[in-house]
């Protein structure tokens, strides 16, 4: 584990220990590095880690502050980017494609780096959201189970300590939730498929438990590739239905 990785560990307990809420203030840098024993530009490097996360917010000469873990740090990836994507999604359904293309590309990344940087504590996160997961869909819930899908895959992005794939995935979050939620909502009806994601997912999942970059990369990428092809047939076999319905009845003449 690196440096900041162990830092960011131990402010995290230390947070949990003080009770510290949303709006609370942390110690100063000089306070931490000497109760923890470690020099401040690691502390410093910690918070940037923390904050690139969502636990906590450094203001310009004010401190660093606790704040909701799943908040975004601010709107401005919701404002400038989702949103003009969310239109391309909803304007043109094809566009969902794209979203899949997207998610291959980053989350190879991120699965690598989150098997080789995942903390007990990241750890931990991805198992109870693959549990989530798995409990929704075992209660008939395609809603959250598809809302814990799309937690799991984020989950892992935290885990990879990579500032730039993790704000890029969260910029990119409510839209991947939205498309994940209409992919699953449909696979759901077809109770293999529902079995092979549930697969897929736990290989993931042991894959990075266990510290193999390779087969966790590998991994996600044969589930993104599956997820393709399955929603991919689901749209051809409704357009081939659609295109059914609208040919005239035919009756048998004398």
Known sequence: MRLSDRIAEQLRALIDEQGLRPGDRLPAERRLAEALGVSRPSVREAIRQLASQG????????????????????????????????????DDPEYRYDVLEARHALEGGTAWHAALRATAQDRQEIRRRFEDMVR??????????????ASFHLSIAEASHNAVLLQMMRGVFELLRST????????????????????QHQALMEA???????????????HLEFVHGSVR???????????????PPFTLTS
């Open 55 to 90: 636990l906590l917010r450094s203001r310009q000469g004010g401190g660093t502050y606790v704040q909701a873990c799943e908040s975004p740090v601010d709107d401005w990836p919701e404002r400038h980017l989702v949103r003009p994507l969310d239109e391309l999604v909803s």
């Open 136 to 149: 929704f869909q075992s209660r008939g819930d395609p809603d959250l189970s598809a809302q814990a899908d």
């Open 180 to 199: 994940v939620t209409e992919n699953r909502q449909r696979m759901y009806l077809i109770q293999h498929t529902q079995d092979q994601l549930t697969a």
């Open 208 to 222: 990075i438990l266990r510290g193999d970059a390779e087969a966790a990369r590998e991994t996600v990428w044969r």
């Open 233 to 247: 047939k689901l749209d051809e076999d409704e357009a081939r239905r659609a295109r059914s319905s609208r040919l």
